[in-house]
């Protein structure tokens, strides 16, 4: 047990650090919930991904790599195929100097990208991460997942060591209880946090003293280590005989059993020289085998023989330890029923984190509850950080169908938007005396815009949309949509009867009046 002085301390700086820690976090954890869903988001703001699905792919790659190399004239020195994926349910075929070109993988049909800007989804992403703030984003994200890891270890020692006080107490009863609960969780996602956001972040001063200030890019210095590029076999002599691509893949699979491929080279193609390089991941161990470890097999088209493979058993630490990294970050490729559970999780942390801030808030406010100093300014602050950031994003959806696309710098004056609504809900946090008022005004804004959002993206994308419905497809976009309407009415519903809720209402000054 800790001494009484040590408990003290203890309890400070947790309370300290966490008000610092949670401003942060909260932001990216909360638009890390978002990037679950990153595949759907995806889909939805492009509309070259509304075409009806089917049960399983028909397509013959042989086939269609040779038709689409003839039409398309790419150069055949490097040639990468990216199959469908649960993340984009397309293919997708480029070289080193033409755009990609993407196919749907039922009718083999050249798919018209001229509309598509997958802003939303880089952008929330960035905004996780925190590479939407220059050069100290991505670290104090870093710093932050630290801190939560700090917060998490004296957490519970605090919990073995008072666990018996405040248990009466409402928010810490559930910040205590939903902590512990979503323990595993939140060390994960706080280490894994850690490691990509603060150490990949912070190597630039170890890459500058190891190189003799000659780089501070850390990447250039392991990444032909880790990743090392694909080598170009010389020109020899123009020859087409290969063996079909298809049968090689299976080829692949039977040197390395469970793989699951992804992507496929094609070096020096048409050549003697060729190779077709296979990639992929172990459909019994995705963890180790992610995006940053692929496993791989090189084949010589021609004879069919292999030429060199990596398997697990060859691969770099460095890669098994990040693709572990990524893989329980990121999630790359797991499918809705592993995204849903995240997102449980996901919202239960989030409330974790509200909660522990309103035990700050409440200790606050007994102490001046005469002069209303509960209303103070780092009070009505996170107000704007952990609500304000709601409507703000909904506001982002709107504008990214209500804008025209040909408006001189469209994705600037989104995200201006977007910063200066989010800016405003502390001027309107400020403006209203009651805490409940601000919380109800945020709410119909965020159902005003989640409403509008869908009346814009039907008014634009309605073409599309009305062609799925001719399918009779009931499109990721429609279940979208639908999703967005409920969320709208939720964030309504709050709006009109929240003052009717006792725990709402303790946070209104009438409460007390």
Avoid: C
Wanted: charged content about 20%; glycine content about 4%.
């Amino acid at each position: 047990m800790l001494k009484k002085l040590n408990l003290k301390y203890l309890i400070k700086a947790h309370t300290q650090l966490g008000l610092f820690a949670i401003f942060f976090f909260f932001i990216s954890a909360f638009f890390g919930t978002i990037t679950l869903f990153l595949p759907q988001i995806h889909t939805w703001e492009n509309p070259s991904r509304y075409f009806a699905h089917e049960k399983e792919y028909s397509y013959k790659l042989d086939e269609l790599i040779k038709r689409t190399i003839k039409e398309e004239g790419f150069n055949t020195n490097f040639i990468e195929i990216k199959l469908p994926s649960y993340r984009d349910n397309v293919i997708a075929i480029n070289d080193p100097t033409s755009r990609t070109k993407y196919i749907n993988p039922y009718t083999l049909k050249m798919l018209d990208t001229t509309s598509d800007k997958s802003f939303l989804s880089k952008f929330f992403n960035e905004l996780h991460i925190g590479r939407n703030i220059p050069k100290i984003g991505q670290l104090l994200m870093g710093i932050a997942s630290i801190l939560i890891i700090f917060l998490t270890v004296s957490g519970v020692v605090l919990y073995f060591n008072k666990h018996k006080q405040n248990n009466t107490n409402f928010n810490f009863k559930w910040h205590k209880n939903i902590s512990l609960i979503l323990l595993p969780y939140i060390i994960v996602f706080s280490l894994t946090g850690s490691v990509l956001g603060f150490m990949l972040s912070s190597a630039s001063p170890f890459a500058y003293t190891a190189t003799k200030a000659e780089t501070t890019n850390m990447r250039s210095l392991v990444g032909p280590i880790i990743f090392p590029k694909d080598k170009i076999p010389k020109k020899n002599i123009s020859f087409e005989k290969f063996q079909d691509i298809d049968k090689l893949i299976e080829k692949a699979k039977t040197i390395i059993p469970n793989l699951e491929v992804k992507t496929i080279k094609l070096l020096q193609w048409n050549d003697k020289n060729a190779q077709i390089k296979i990639e992929g991941y172990l459909k019994t161990n995705r963890i180790l085998t992610g995006n940053v470890n692929k496993l791989y097999v090189l084949l010589n088209p021609i004879s069919g023989e292999l030429i060199e493979k990596k398997d697990l058993n060859n691969s770099h630490l460095g890669n098994k330890s990040l693709s572990a990294f990524y893989f329980f970050h990121f999630i790359p490729d797991e499918t809705l029923f592993v995204r849903l559970i995240y997102l449980v999780l996901s919202i239960a942390f989030l409330l974790s984190l509200a909660f522990g801030f309103l035990i700050w808030s409440e200790k606050k406010a007994s102490k001046y509850q005469n002069n209303w100093d509960y209303f103070n300014f780092t009070g009505r602050f996170a107000i704007a950080i952990m609500f304000g950031v709601i409507p703000a994003s909904a506001l982002m959806l709107v504008l990214y169908w209500a804008l025209p696309p040909e408006l001189f710098q469209r994705i600037i004056w989104i995200k201006g938007i977007f910063y200066s609504f989010w800016a405003f809900t502390l001027l309107l946090s400020i403006y209203y005396d009651d805490v409940l008022d601000i919380l109800k005004t945020l709410a119909l804004f965020t159902a005003i815009f989640l409403f509008s959002t869908i009346i814009a993206h039907i008014m634009v994308a309605k073409t599309y949309i009305a062609k799925l419905v001719r399918e009779d497809s009931m499109h990721t976009v429609l279940y979208f949509d639908l999703v967005l309407f409920i969320l709208s009415i939720l964030f309504f519903i709050f709006y009109k009867y929240s003052h009717k809720i006792k725990f709402f209402t303790k946070y209104s000054r009438r409460y007390y009046d």
